[in-house]
C-alpha cells in the first residue's frame, strides 16, 4: 500500500492544480459578465438595491464624492460587523457541535439563492426579452434546478462535475447581486472585505482562525460551501484504493518534522494527509429588495467562506520529508476555495464590466495573478491564507488604472462607455452598445 | 478489492472486456462499493418522483457507465434505466406543453395566454417591479 511515487514533475501537478482552480473562477466571472451587460443594458446606473449592505447610508448620484465615501465607509463597517458576529454564531454553533443545524441552514441558504435570486435573475432575462413561456414550466424548472442544487451540493454525493456546476452558479447568483450595490459602497466593501479577511484568519483572536483551530483539534470538516478541484491523479494505481478520504488535518503553525512525523505515522493507514488549516468566513450576502418587498424577500442569506487550504492526499510513506517537497512529492492535492471568494472576485469584474471591457480583461488579469500569488504563498507558508487580499488589491490598482487610461488605448474595439453612449445616443439612435 | 472481484466475476481478464470497474462517472472519485452506489440510485430514482426530471438526468450522468454497459452493475441498472426512461417521458410532456404554449400563442389560447405568460405574471406579482 505505501508506494512513493513522483509526479512527472512537480510543475505538471502543479499547473495542473492551478488550472483546475482558475478555470471555475474565470467561467464565474464570465458569466457575472454577461449577465451585467446582458440585463444592464436598459436600466440605469442609479437604480440601487436597498439592502444589508447599504444599511446605513444609501448612496444618490447627487452627492459629492467625499459624502458618497464616508458613507460607503459606513456601509462597509455595518457589514463587516455583521459578518464578524455571524461568524462568531458559526463558531460557537460549531464548538457546541450543533453540525446538523449548520447543515440544514446552509442547505436553505443554498435553496434561497438559488430559488430566489435564480428565479429573479430568470425573470429580468425573460421580461427584457419577453421570452413566451408560461408559469408552470417556469415554476417546474426553477424548483428542479434548485432542490437538485442544494441536494447535489449539501445532502449526498453527487458527480463532481454537478457539485461544482452549482457551487459556481451560486457564487455567479450572489455575485451579481452585490453588482446592484451602488458603487462606492462596493469598492470600499471589498476592500474592506479583504482587510477583515486577512485579519480573521492570520490574527489569533480571528474567528475564522478559532473555526481552524477547532476543526483540527477534532479532525472534522467544517460545512460550508467550498469549491473544490478535482485531485490531480498521478499515473499510477495509487489512487484506485483510494475510497474514504478521511481528512487528517496537520497543525502547521510550527512547521518542524517532528511533529509531521508523528501526524503522519498516524496517518499512515488512512489515505490522506490533509495539510491545511480551515479558515472560514461568514459572508451575508444580502437578498433585499426595493422598501416595500422587504417584508417579503430579505432573508439575509448567510453563506460560509472557506479560506484557502490545500488538502493533500498521500498514498506513500511519510519519510521525513521537508514540507514543501511533500507537497509535490507523489501528492494528488485538491485545492479547496471558499465560494466567497469567487463571489468577491467576480464582483469586482461585474462592476467594471457596467463601465468598459478593458477594464473587465485588466481586472481579470489581476485577479488571476493574485490567485496565482496566492497559491505561492500558500506553497511556502502551508497555512491557511486569506485568498482575497492579494486579488482585491491587485484588482482595484488594475481597475483605477484601467479607467484612468481607457482613453488612450485603441484597440479598434467598440466599448460600451456608458457616459459616451449616452451622448452619441442622442445622435445615433440606432448605435448598439456594446462590442461589434 | 472485493469490489473487483465482484465485477470482474464474468471473466478473469482486463476490466475493458468485463466492463466498467466504477459505477460512476467520477471513476475513482466517485462512489465506489456497490452497495452505497445502489443505496444512491434508488434514493434518486425514488426522489424524482417528486417532479424533479432534473434529479433523475443527474441520476443518469452520475451513474453514465451503468447505462452505457448494458452487462454490467445488474443490481443498479434498473433504476438508471428507470431514471432515464422516466426523465424522456417528462421532457418530451413539459417541453410539448411549453412549446405549445410558445408557439400556440394567443390565437390557440385566448385570453388565457396573457394570464399564463410567466413576464405578466411576474410583473402581476411585482417581482420584478423594482427595478
Known amino acids: ?436 | 478489492m472485493e469490489r473487483l472481484q465482484n465485477q470482474n466475476s464474468n471473466a478473469s481478464t482486463s476490466s475493458s472486456i468485463t466492463g466498467p470497474v466504477w459505477p460512476t462517472i467520477d471513476g475513482a472519485l466517485g462512489l465506489t462499493e456497490e452497495e452505497e452506489a445502489l443505496t444512491y440510485a434508488r434514493r434518486f430514482y425514488k426522489f424524482g418522483f417528486c417532479l424533479l426530471p432534473w434529479l433523475w438526468a443527474v441520476n443518469c450522468f452520475y451513474f453514465w457507465p451503468v447505462l452505457l454497459h448494458s452487462s454490467s452493475f445488474p443490481r443498479i441498472r434498473p433504476y438508471v434505466v428507470g431514471s432515464a426512461i422516466g426523465f424522456v417521458i417528462f421532457t418530451t410532456v413539459l417541453s410539448a406543453w411549453a412549446l405549445t404554449f410558445a408557439i400556440g400563442g394567443e390565437s390557440l389560447f385566448g385570453s388565457a395566454w396573457d394570464d399564463l405568460v410567466m413576464y405578466n405574471v411576474a410583473e402581476k406579482l411585482g417581482l420584478v417591479g423594482w427595478t
Open chain 1, 1 to 436: 500500500m505505501a508506494q512513493n511515487s513522483r509526479p512527472t514533475s512537480l510543475l505538471d501537478s502543479l499547473g495542473e492544480e492551478i488550472i483546475r482552480i482558475v478555470t471555475p473562477v474565470s467561467i464565474c466571472m464570465f458569466l457575472v459578465v454577461v449577465l451585467v451587460s446582458v440585463l444592464n443594458e436598459d436600466s440605469s446606473n442609479s437604480a440601487s438595491v436597498s439592502s444589508i449592505a447599504t444599511i446605513a447610508y444609501n448612496e444618490s448620484s447627487s452627492d459629492s464624492d467625499w459624502d458618497k465615501f464616508i458613507g460607503a465607509l459606513w456601509n462597509s463597517l455595518a457589514f463587516v460587523g455583521i459578518v464578524i458576529v455571524a461568524t462568531f454564531i458559526l463558531v460557537l454553533l460549531f464548538y457546541f457541535r450543533c453540525t446538523k443545524l449548520l447543515k440544514i441552514y446552509l442547505g436553505f441558504s443554498a435553496f434561497v439563492v438559488l430559488g430566489f435570486l435564480g428565479g429573479e435573475v430568470a425573470l429580468f432575462l425573460i421580461t427584457d426579452y419577453s421570452f413566451p413561456i408560461d408559469c408552470i414550466t417556469f415554476v417546474v424548472i426553477l424548483l428542479n434546478f434548485s432542490v437538485v442544487g442544494v441536494i447535489a451540493v449539501f445532502m449526498s454525493k453527487m458527480a463532481i462535475f454537478v457539485t461544482q456546476g452549482y457551487l459556481v452558479v451560486i457564487g455567479m447568483l450572489v455575485a451579481y447581486w452585490f453588482t446592484l450595490l451602488p458603487e462606492w459602497t462596493t469598492w470600499v466593501l471589498l476592500v474592506a472585505m479583504a482587510l477583515y479577511d486577512l485579519a480573521a484568519v492570520l490574527l489569533p483572536i480571528g474567528p475564522l482562525r478559532i473555526l481552524v483551530e477547532l476543526a483540527i483539534s477534532r479532525d472534522e470538516e467544517i460545512p460550508a460551501l467550498v469549491y473544490e478541484a478535482r485531485p490531480v491523479t498521478q499515473n499510477n494505481s495509487s489512487n484506485a484504493t483510494g475510497v474514504a478520504r478521511r481528512r487528517v488535518w496537520r497543525e502547521t503553525s510550527a512547521v518542524n518534522s517532528d511533529s509531521i512525523e508523528d501526524q503522519n505515522s498516524g496517518a499512515l493507514d488512512s489515505d490522506s494527509v490533509g495539510n491545511n488549516q480551515n479558515g472560514e468566513n461568514l459572508v451575508s450576502a444580502e437578498e433585499g429588495r426595493h422598501q416595500e418587498r422587504i417584508s417579503e424577500l430579505t432573508a439575509p442569506l448567510i453563506e460560509q467562506r472557506l479560506n484557502y487550504h490545500r488538502q493533500m492526499q498521500e498514498e506513500d510513506s511519510s519519510g521525513g520529508g521537508f514540507p514543501i517537497e511533500r507537497i509535490g512529492l507523489g501528492s494528488s492535492g485538491a485545492i479547496k476555495l471558499g465560494l466567497g471568494d469567487f463571489i468577491f472576485y467576480s464582483v469586482l469584474v461585474g462592476r467594471a464590466a457596467m463601465y468598459d471591457f478593458m477594464a473587465v480583461y485588466a481586472c481579470y488579469l489581476a485577479i488571476v495573478a493574485g490567485l496565482g500569488v496566492t497559491l505561492i504563498l500558500l506553497v511556502l507558508y502551508q497555512k491557511a491564507l486569506p485568498a482575497l487580499p492579494v486579488s482585491i488589491f491587485l484588482e482595484n490598482a488594475f481597475y483605477v488604472l484601467g479607467r484612468k487610461f481607457r482613453s488612450n488605448l485603441d484597440f479598434g474595439i467598440k466599448t460600451p462607455n456608458r457616459k459616451l453612449l449616452q451622448e452619441v445616443e442622442f445622435f445615433k439612435p440606432d448605435m448598439d452598445g456594446g462590442i461589434p
